[in-house]
């Protein structure tokens, strides 16, 4: 079964209920509080830049170590398949020679 309740909220505009109302803010941190978001945000932009070049160093340090470790083993695969062996060139103009 399926039970409906009914709730009615009266908020007074008279100011009866204390929590509703803002705490009253004196001229001073109202002058002082737009200047404090601008300075929290611009020492918040450079504390994130300094941590985010002291994260790019190491990274950029073991990316340029796997590349070269890369090159490197690529290089020493190429040289394994290479194949060394003597030869004599036969041109056709010595084989004619020789049967004459």
Excluded: C
Aim: aromatic share 8%.
């Amino acid at each position: 079964m399926l039970k409906i309740y009914k709730k009615t909220i009266r908020i007074d505009s008279s100011g009866a209920h204390p929590r509703l109302e803002s705490p009253p803010q004196s001229k001073l941190s109202s002058a002082l509080s737009i200047p404090a978001m601008i300075a929290g945000a611009i020492l918040g932009t450079v504390v994130f830049s300094a941590f985010f070049a002291l994260l790019l160093i190491p990274v950029a340090i073991i990316g340029i170590r796997g590349w070269w470790l890369l090159r490197k083993l690529k290089n020493a695969r190429g040289d394994e398949q290479s194949l060394e062996a003597e030869y004599t060139v036969v041109s056709d103009t010595s084989k004619k020679s020789d049967s004459d």
